[in-house]
């Protein structure tokens, strides 16, 4: 049991330490997993998106009005012309080619019209672009210096991701947005968008020193135009805008917190052309400028389907102000993978039953994770709810399979020690239940059954070795199964006596009862092999059985190499005892006061006399257990009044009346009173010399 335990808990920890590997090293596909598990989570959410931030489409209408993009750059100054009562303009657009002076200058008079703008850049692995020293100089204005000087405290590039390359505007439309900001994202491994950056670091390519910049995302820059306050490191996990804190992963990205599509502030281009919302419907607004149109449309793929990819900044942009960023705990991820890694390992300590741990597995992981998706909906914390999956189902496959290989073991080891000395009904239950067996001693009611043959060394003499084991053989075969029929446990063959108890090592109920049938069926076995023996000219045998009922100490008894189960205590000498006053009074089975006291059903017996036996100091009153017939039940009755005569110290009547009980029925325990009347001796306690 102890290496059992331990081979289940190494179970648990290797099951843990896999977990971990697989959450900090983000393998795949179990991160794709692991990403998709709570996607479900969104659509359950009510939230909804600031209504300060105005997303403005150029769409299907749009295109319709004006023809297919990209358009005269006058047409986008007009419409930006709207949005001077605005707090922050997002060009989620990028002008990277000149096309003819006055379109190009009309577009930057428009963006410097405007209290504050940001425009945007690409990021790319490969240069498309020849970025002037001049859009360069442009560029580093919009970097995050604060962050820059904190560098040294918290070793900010190994937070933030890196790209070499920038496709930026044109130097007039640089120089008249408020600040520049990257729009480019990163995708998860199972390409849907699920983070949103707050920086990247970008080389300066026109640099002699080649130095690395930090430049914010496009919604970051609009934070700091908005809010008018700088980005501040909180931690190396950590910074903060103002007073809105942003958890990091290890690119310096934020979990975003999606809305449902139709709740985002969405109006069509055309519509601010037109004039259908005037000047003050963006007063102090964020707005987003961007394509959602057909093949010019910048579309991106997440956990609540195609958005396109202006809504990114608006998500950002709306989780920040209204406290809705999504937050990952490492910490509560990895109590979750040990939770599930050591919860079959406590159960398989505490239940037995594999149905018990089965529904208490499937009860455990749906109460996580309707907690996870609480605190996800409520809490806006993001706690993984696959690799807790996967630690409970490697657990169980690796715990359970190892009990299963240690049951069938020990049910193999059971079944060969056992096999012979309990019923196969008991056997099971004890394979069950092998708990039962362990190495020391309990103390428990049990009916003690004793049996031996009466002149077994004359029998012996009588014949060969060979011919006596044959004969031994024939007798035990039915005794044994008498015992194991009615649910007793052979405890052992004592030469020619048989050993048995009741209620060990599995409960039986009403044990006193089994004890006294197996009795019974044990003497009308005999009288059947009687009648084969004497065909085969063979001595009829003659047994006498004992019965106690006690509280006795059961278990393994010994080493723990070597044990037997077994019973002792003054209890099981008693039966022993009681089972050589058989011959006393030359009846076949008698049983204790305290076994006649533990009947619940109805036996015939008939109250014999109290007696000391040898080695004890109490006296204690015997029975006789008789097969229930009419003839039986005539002596008993008979014999009842006849023991009331003797009580009563009427000697000469008892004497008449136990001697018609002998003419008749040739009764042995009369002829025992016969003997003691004579003798001259009133009826008490009889003290017994031998055994």
């Known amino acids: 049991m102890r290496f059992r335990n331990l081979y289940l808990f190494l179970g648990s920890v290797a099951v843990l330490l896999i977990g971990i590997y697989l959450y900090y090293s983000k393998a795949e596909p179990f991160k794709s997993y692991s990403l998709r598990f709570s996607d479900s989570f969104y659509s359950l959410q009510d939230k909804k998106p600031s209504k300060d931030i105005v997303f403005i489409a150029v769409d299907e209408p749009s295109v319709n009005m004006f023809g297919r993009w990209p ?91 890196e790209a070499k390359y920038t496709e930026m505007n044109i130097e007039p439309i640089l120089e008249a947005c408020s600040m520049s900001g990257a729009f480019s994202t990163i995708r998860d491994s199972d390409q849907l968008l699920r983070s949103y950056p707050v920086a990247y670091f970008i080389e300066e390519s026109n640099s002699a020193e080649k130095r690395e910049l930090l430049y914010p995302s496009l919604a970051v820059q609009a934070l700091r135009l908005k ?228 002149g077994f060394t004359t029998i012996s003499e009588k014949l060969e070795p060979d011919e006596l084991i044959r004969l031994l053989n024939r007798y035990f075969t039915p005794m044994t199964d008498a015992v194991l029929d009615n649910y007793g446990m052979l405890d052992k063959y004592i030469g020619d006596a048989v050993m048995a108890f009741f209620n060990a090592p599995i409960n039986v109920k009403d044990h006193a009862d089994a004890s006294c049938r197996s009795a019974l069926v044990m003497i009308d076995a005999l009288n059947k092999l009687n009648i084969e023996l004497k065909v085969d000219g063979i001595d009829p045998i003659y047994i006498g059985i004992g019965i106690n009922t006690a509280e006795v100490i059961v278990g393994n008894m010994g080493s723990k190499n070597r044990f037997n189960y077994t019973i002792v205590g003054d209890g099981v000498n008693l039966a022993s005892r009681v089972e050589g006053l058989t011959k006393n009074y030359g009846v076949n089975i008698l049983i204790t006061e305290f076994t006649k006291n533990a009947l619940n059903s109805t036996f015939l017996v008939r109250e014999v006399e109290q007696v000391v036996v040898k080695g004890k100091a109490e006296a204690v009153l015997l029975y006789e257990l008789l097969e229930n017939t009419k003839e039986n039940k005539k002596i008993v009755k008979s014999f009842t009044e006849a023991l009331n005569v003797y009580k009563n110290g009427d000697l000469k009547n008892a004497l008449y009346l136990f001697n018609v009980l002998v003419d008749e029925y040739n009764d042995s325990v009369s002829s025992y009173f016969i003997t003691l009347i004579n003798d001259g001796k009133k009826y008490g306690i009889h003290t017994m010399k031998t055994k």
């Open 227 to 454: 809010l008018n306050a700088d980005v501040e490191r909180v931690s190396d996990t950590q910074v903060k805008i103002d007073k809105y804190l942003l958890d990091l992963d290890e690119k310096g990205f934020v979990k975003l917190n999606f809305y449902k599509r139709g709740d985002y502030n969405q109006i069509s281009f055309a519509d601010v052309i037109t004039k259908r919302y005037d000047k003050n419907y963006f007063k102090n607004k964020i707005v987003i400028l961007g394509i959602t149109d057909i093949g010019a449309g910048d579309m991106r793929a997440t956990p609540i389907g195609e958005l396109p990819g202006p809504l990114l900044h608006y998500t950002f942009l709306s989780n920040v102000l209204n406290g809705h960023l999504l937050v990952e705990r490492s910490d509560l991820n990895i109590v979750a993978i040990a939770f599930f890694a050591f919860l079959p390992f406590v159960l398989l300590l505490v239940f037995k039953p594999l149905f018990i741990r089965a529904v208490v597995y499937f009860i455990s992981y749906l109460g996580f994770y309707y907690l996870i998706e609480h605190l996800f909906i409520d809490k806006y914390i993001l706690i993984d709810g696959f690799l807790p999956l996967l630690s409970l189902i490697l657990s169980v496959l690796i715990l359970e399979g190892l009990e299963f290989i240690y049951q069938e073991k020990n049910s193999k080891f059971i079944k060969g020690a056992f096999s012979n000395y309990l019923s196969k009904d008991l056997l099971n239950q004890l394979v069950k239940d092998p708990d039962a067996l362990k190495l020391g001693g309990d103390k428990k009611e049990l009916s003690i059954l004793f049996s031996d043959i009466r």
């Open 71 to 161: 358009w005269n750059r006058d047409i986008i100054a007009k419409g930006l012309d709207q949005l001077v009562e605005s707090d922050v303009v997002l060009m989620d657009m990028i002008f990277s080619e000149e096309t003819n002076s006055f379109s190009d200058q009309k577009l930057a008079s428009s963006l410097s019209s405007l209290p504050a703008s940001v425009c945007g850049f690409f990021l790319r692995k490969k240069a498309t672009q020849n970025i002037s020293v001049y859009q360069e100089e442009m560029l580093v204005d919009s970097a995050l210096d604060r962050l820059l000087s904190q560098k040294s405290e918290h070793n900010d590039k190994q937070i933030f991701a």
